[in-house]
């Protein structure tokens, strides 16, 4: 297989050509671009030097910021007493180098929001999804041709991928992604995913119809059923008595007595 040849020009064009469309986090790179990310860590000694090669400022770019836990709990503290929204949805759209840090340190916004002495019941706003209503949400973000790859999910919709993943995937984002009727492979690179997917549906297709064909060709033998006539029972018809002729009595002769004297 042909593989091409990355020099640092091709690396340095390739990645501001991506400025301001897409992220250029080492994460996303990595995730998206492997090819691309291998070289410019095997040609610039790593991603930073590689992004700062580009005159853009890594600090800006890199997804996790340096943030420490006493940060982000400061970070968090005082946007409540200026009575900004601490819901994750607010903070994902307004804040999210240190929604993701916070993501990073304790593992979900909830905790972060617990560690710095806060009732994260009392400030979330976002209602428990149902399956069904996961479900929906998701093909919906299909249907608008959002990219459903793990790490944009993760990047942007942070709160439907958890709940995705927990609800329907049995932990796994592929496997929620399939239950929902999406089949396309967003683990390729992005120009062969839908190529990748509409050869995968041709060969469904031609297998599909020569199975049909196959079905068309092969007449089913017919069993015959021997149907047996009815027979009627014989009545069995008595023969005619014949007329027994009584015997006649046979006469015997009777011996004459003979009379004795009287004495």
């Known amino acids: 297989m042909f593989r091409r040849r990355w020099d640092d020009s091709m690396i340095i064009n390739h990645i501001l050509s991506k400025h301001g469309r897409e992220p250029l986090n080492s994460h996303y790179y990595a995730t998206t671009y492997p090819d691309v990310y291998a070289a410019a ?14 005159g853009l400022n890594y600090a800006e770019i890199r997804k996790y910021r340096e943030w420490s836990i006493t940060k982000i709990l400061e970070e968090i503290k005082k946007a409540y007493k200026a009575k900004k929204s601490l819901n994750s949805k607010y903070i994902q ?68 991928l958890a709940s995705a993943m927990k609800k329907v995937g049995d932990g796994s984002w592929a496997a929620a992604r399939r239950k929902c009727g999406i089949l396309i492979n967003y683990r390729l690179p992005r120009h062969k995913r839908f190529k990748h997917f509409a050869e995968q549906q041709k060969k469904n297709q031609i297998a599909a119809a020569a199975k049909a064909a196959r079905k068309s060709t092969v007449k089913p033998v017919k069993k015959t059923v021997a149907v047996k006539a009815a027979r009627k029972p014989v009545k069995k018809v008595a023969a005619p008595k014949k007329a027994v002729k009584k015997a006649a009595p046979v006469k015997t002769a009777r011996k004459p007595v003979k009379k004795g004297r009287r004495s």
């Open 41 to 54: 860590d095997r040609l610039f000694g790593s991603w930073k030097d590689a992004i700062e090669a580009c």
């Open 93 to 160: 759209d307004n804040n999210r180098p240190l929604y993701m840090a916070a993501i990073k340190r304790f593992k979900s916004w909830g905790n972060a929001v617990h560690a710095a002495g806060l009732d994260y019941k009392k400030i979330r706003i976002r209602r428990k999804m149902s399956v069904a209503e996961i479900k929906e949400e998701v093909i919906t973000l299909f249907n608008k041709k959002v990219d459903m790859a793990y790490s944009n999910m993760r990047e942007n919709y942070q709160y439907l």
